[in-house]
């Protein structure tokens, strides 16, 4: 049995030697979700990265443990690795607009106002999209808007015709919104943090008085 | 938290491979990072570059899990209520900062599974100084402090480095490591300000620790064709025997304004030259202990093992459940 001087080791009568583990399967970890973070009321939603899980649901915990524990939050999208598309990564300076050569598939007969676009839309089979675009390599993606398409290819060259216009666009993520589970705006209070956590705050540590007192102590001290 | 990953790199004599690299693209590449953009996962990358990169983050993945098992043990025994939520606290944020770093270390094409395997296997190492043990209050107390420091000069120092994915990672991690430090900071100088007995318990840890402590960023680095090229590419981002240096010009003071004294009596800093001289760490010692013979080795290994293999069902009854059938690495 493994020896250890900690009382807590010792006690889980670990074995002292073991053969080496055969390699995991594959997704023994699970499959990676995206999540995307809104930091305050009204601010676009940005990536904040990937938690492994076993589904939407247990991503979303995950991600709320991971990303809102220790930061402001007032909002969370999390969505499968696989349901995202992207464009190519051009340099800080570019858009990657630029190299999307194809032309935007063009519907005929304009409808005069939005609902009834919005109808025809969902009548040709089209879905909402969300756009996230890359302004500078290292940073992280941020929602710019929604788009309605038949497919993520689709919705890269509405993207283009919506958001083209902005500068630099280094790298395009393109999601369709049913694949993008959403915290609702009546469980908002799941964002807010107790105040009783202060001790995990750098703040909340203030030795400096001690280390003073304790100086003043040793130099008025007989020893010293 | 981390440790330095340069102890374990690519040996010195090994080919950088970079005449097996197409040269324009290799050439793009270069000026990229000396343009001072980020790469990112989907870019061309040599091989040198990937491969040391996911040496890099791995090694300080698990460095983030197994350090956290010599802080966690002392939860349930840390002095007062307060202590106890901080030091879970603490924990929490370490193992979450391995999450961000699997994850990382994902993007360039090796997959967690593989990663943990490795770990398990001594296949890949994790900072050497969490084979020592921590025999009380005040060890934990060293290791929030002083380990956690340690390990800020290096990340720091790399989150200017060129990959995206381990940027936007560090980015996080350092916001979160320095509550760690102050925590840290505060538990030493409770003790070392407190009763005669706290006093001589936090000298002693620290006589225990400085030895690891000085070994932490590895040997000095040798001049060789790697080094000068990882520099280049911004994977290595400061050599060992700077951080070396830049840690004792901040933590020596603080240490001493205390009362403690640090047990090596040729600790000084050389005026003249402003660098910090001391007694040649043991590096044989060091080597010997990252290759399997510390006093600790085996026992945090076999703990992450039982953890891996006591959460095995609960993994396997999720995955028989899941719908994706195929792995994506992580995107960014």
């Known amino acids: 049995m493994l020896t250890s001087l900690d009382p ?16 995991k399967e594959a997704l023994d970890q ?20 990937p938690v492994h899980a076993p589904s939407a649901d247990v991503a979303f915990l995950f991600a709320k443990e991971q990303y809102s524990r220790r930061f402001p939050c007032t909002g969370m999208w999390v969505t499968p690795t696989r349901a995202i598309s992207l464009t190519r990564y051009v340099g800080d300076t570019e858009s990657v607009y630029d190299t999307l050569t194809e032309s935007l598939p063009t519907h005929a007969g304009a409808a005069p106002d939005e609902s009834m676009q919005q109808a025809e839309a969902y009548a040709r089979g089209e879905e909402d999209y969300a756009i996230f675009h890359l302004k500078k ?3 992280a993606h941020v929602h710019v808007g929604m788009v309605r398409a038949a497919s993520p290819a689709e919705a890269l060259l509405q993207a283009k015709a919506a958001f083209g216009e902005q500068r630099p666009v280094v790298n395009v993520w393109v999601v369709r919104w049913a694949d993008v589970l959403t915290s609702d705006e009546e469980d908002r209070d799941i964002w807010s943090t107790t105040p009783e956590k202060k001790y995990r705050d750098a703040i909340a540590y203030k030795v400096q008085d001690r280390i003073d007192r304790f100086k003043q102590e040793q130099a008025a001290s007989p020893a010293n | 938290m981390y440790g ?6 690519i040996p010195a004599n090994a080919s950088t491979g970079l005449e097996n690299e197409d040269p324009q693209l290799l050439a793009a590449f270069e000026a990229r990072i000396a343009r001072g953009e980020k790469i990112e996962p989907d870019d061309y990358m040599p091989a040198l570059y990937r491969k040391q990169l996911i040496r890099m983050i791995e090694q300080h993945a698990h460095s983030e899990i197994i350090g956290s098992l010599p802080e966690g043990t002392w939860i349930t025994r840390a002095p007062g209520f307060r202590r106890k939520m901080a030091q879970m606290a603490k924990v929490q944020d370490e193992v979450g900062h391995a999450q961000l770093l699997y994850s990382a270390a994902e993007t360039l094409g090796k997959t967690r599974e593989d990663m943990i395997t490795d770990l398990i296997n001594g296949k890949s190492k994790y900072s050497n100084v969490f084979n020592y043990p921590t025999p009380t209050w005040a060890d934990s107390n060293v290791i929030s402090w002083l380990i956690d420091a340690g390990a800020i000069v290096n990340q720091m120092a790399n989150a200017k480095g060129s990959y995206g994915p381990y940027c936007r990672a560090l980015e996080r991690i350092c916001a979160e490591e320095s509550f760690h430090l102050k925590y840290g900071h505060d538990a030493v100088v409770h003790m070392a300000t407190g009763t005669p007995t706290q006093r001589r318990m936090m000298q002693e840890a620290l006589n225990r620790w400085w030895p690891p402590i000085m070994t932490f960023f590895g040997p000095a680095d040798k001049a060789s064709q790697h080094t000068e090229i990882l520099m280049r590419w911004k994977v290595k981002m400061a050599s060992n025997d700077d951080c070396r240096q830049q840690f004792l010009d901040m933590y020596v003071p603080k240490i001493l304004e205390i009362g403690l004294t640090i047990p090596d009596p040729n600790l000084r800093k050389n005026e003249e030259t402003g660098r910090w001289e001391y007694t040649e760490p043991d590096w044989e ?9 510390g006093p600790c080795n085996k026992e945090r290994l076999a703990v992450r093992r039982a953890a891996e293999d006591n959460g095995a069902w609960v993994r396997r009854a999720l995955k028989a459940k899941q719908q994706a059938p195929k792995y994506v690495r992580p995107l960014a």
Do not use: C
């Open chain 2, 4 to 9: 330095s990953a340069s102890t374990h790199d």
């Open chain 1, 30 to 49: 699970f499959e990676t979700f995206e999540v995307f973070h809104q930091k305050k009321d009204g601010t676009a939603y940005a990536y904040v990265g």
């Open chain 1, 137 to 139: 390599r290292g940073k």
């Open chain 2, 285 to 293: 010692e060091l080597k010997r202990v990252i290759n399997g013979d």
């Open chain 1, 8 to 23: 807590r080791i010792a006690r889980l009568g670990l074995p002292d030697s073991q053969p080496t583990i055969e390699p």
